[in-house]
């Protein structure tokens, strides 16, 4: 059995590098295998990507959040708490996506802007530079 340490305050944990992209992943975390978490991507907490979902970069999916569809995580991009990405989504740069956030469509989010609350971003929007949608 292999532990990692996400650096989340939990320590070393068991987890496992994932067989598409070899990311690691808590084993309290759920990634199919049709998924790409690239080398130091990280999947952790109660995280889901599923789909053919892709995390890749230093991007960090984590707590309950969930990843699906044909979104995109990359770049020093973070998804957590309740947050979920869907549809044909991006999210990147140093963007943070949290709370019980949604992004979705063919929506992005990146630069360092900030996607948090209830928000609800989708269709073909934008969110970039420092904007806070909350």
Same mark, same amino acid.
């Given at each position: 059995?292999?532990?990692?340490?996400? *650096? =989340?305050?939990?320590?070393?944990?068991?987890?496992?590098?994932?067989?598409?992209?070899?990311?690691?992943?808590? =084993?309290?975390?759920?990634? =199919? =295998?049709?998924?790409?978490?690239?080398?130091?991507?990280?999947?952790?907490?109660? %995280?889901?990507? $599923?789909?053919? %979902?892709?995390? $890749? &970069?230093n991007?960090?999916?984590?707590?309950?959040?969930?990843?699906? &569809?044909?979104?995109?995580v990359?770049?020093?991009?973070?998804? $957590?708490?309740? %947050?979920?990405?869907?549809?044909? @989504?991006?999210?990147?740069?140093? %963007?943070?996506?949290?709370?019980?956030?949604?992004? +979705?469509?063919? @929506?992005?989010?990146? &630069?360092?802007?900030?996607? +948090?609350?209830? /928000?609800?971003?989708?269709? *073909? /929007?934008?969110?970039?530079?420092? $904007?806070?949608v @909350?």
């Amino acid at each position: 059995m292999m532990k990692f340490d996400f *650096n =989340d305050g939990m320590g070393l944990v068991d987890a496992h590098q994932h067989s598409n992209g070899g990311g690691w992943v808590a =084993d309290t975390a759920r990634v =199919d =295998d049709t998924c790409f978490i690239g080398s130091d991507a990280r999947v952790f907490g109660n %995280a889901r990507v $599923s789909g053919n %979902a892709q995390v $890749s &970069g230093n991007a960090q999916v984590f707590g309950d959040a969930r990843v699906f &569809g044909n979104a995109l995580v990359f770049g020093d991009a973070q998804v $957590s708490g309740n %947050a979920q990405v869907f549809g044909d @989504a991006r999210v990147s740069g140093n %963007a943070q996506v949290s709370g019980n956030a949604w992004v +979705s469509g063919n @929506a992005q989010v990146f &630069g360092d802007a900030w996607v +948090s609350g209830n /928000a609800q971003v989708f269709g *073909n /929007a934008r969110v970039s530079d420092e $904007s806070v949608v @909350a």
